[in-house]
Every structure is written in structure tokens, then in C-alpha cells.
Nanobody, 120 residues
Framework: QVQLVESGGGLVQAGGSLRLSCAAS????????MGWFRQAPGKEREFVAR????????YYSDSLKGRFTISRDNAKNTLYLQMNRLKPEDTAVYYC?????????????WGQGTQVTVSS
């Protein structure tokens, strides 16, 4: 089993930055594809970004490309999401997830989420 714990969320003004972290435990996720998702109030969960196990193939939602950067430190079993030029519409609970079969779309493990609130 893999446990994922997100951190780094909070309240930030529009135009600001936040860096989310996702610490994995229970098993190494070094060979898993990892992803970030978010869910805003009253909306469905949406894909944000994913990164391959080697970290050389990041993939982003088109609407977020250029502002968000996904990265990972396999030595620390940790995933990151750097979010810049934040907008009020980025307000959501952000979740990290692990895809052990490297399908890019089937995530078996999920964290509890961290709240990001962007004020205008």
C-alpha cells in the first residue's frame, strides 16, 4: 500500500505562488507515474499534470501549461507542484495520485488533498 500526504496549500493573493508537496510512504513510488488533480467547489475533479517515473516526461492540462510545473525527487519519494501567477479560479483542493502501472490515466492511490485558496 502507498500512502500519499499533500502539503503546502494555503491562502495566497492573485499573482502569487505556492509550492505543493506530496510525500509518499509505505512503498517507493520511484517507478510510478505520479499526477496532480484538483477539485473546485461544485465542480468535478480535473487533471492538472502528471510526470513519468523518470521525471523526463511531464504533461500538463492545456489551460495550466506555462504557470504550473510538476517535478519529483525520487530519492525523497516526493512529488511537487510549483504554481505561479495564481488566479482566483485556481482555488480548489489539490490531490496527488500514484499510477503504479504507468498507464497515465489509472491512479490507484490518492492523497487526502490540500486546500489552495487564491484571493482576488
Amino acid at each position: 500500500q502507498v500512502q500519499l500526504v499533500e502539503s503546502g496549500g494555503g491562502l495566497v493573493q492573485a499573482g502569487g505562488s505556492l509550492r505543493l508537496s506530496c510525500a509518499a510512504s509505505g512503498r517507493t513510488v520511484s517507478f510510478y507515474t505520479m499526477g496532480w488533480f484538483r477539485q473546485a467547489p461544485g465542480k468535478e475533479r480535473e487533471f492538472v499534470a502528471r510526470i513519468s517515473w523518470g521525471g523526463r516526461t511531464p504533461y500538463y492540462s492545456d489551460s495550466l501549461k506555462g504557470r504550473f510545473t510538476i517535478s519529483r525527487d525520487n530519492a525523497k519519494n516526493t512529488l511537487y507542484l510549483q504554481m505561479n501567477r495564481l488566479k482566483p479560479e485556481d482555488t480548489a483542493v489539490y490531490y496527488c495520485a500514484a499510477d503504479p502501472r504507468n498507464t497515465g490515466s489509472q491512479y490507484d492511490y490518492w492523497g487526502q488533498g490540500t486546500q489552495v485558496t487564491v484571493s482576488s
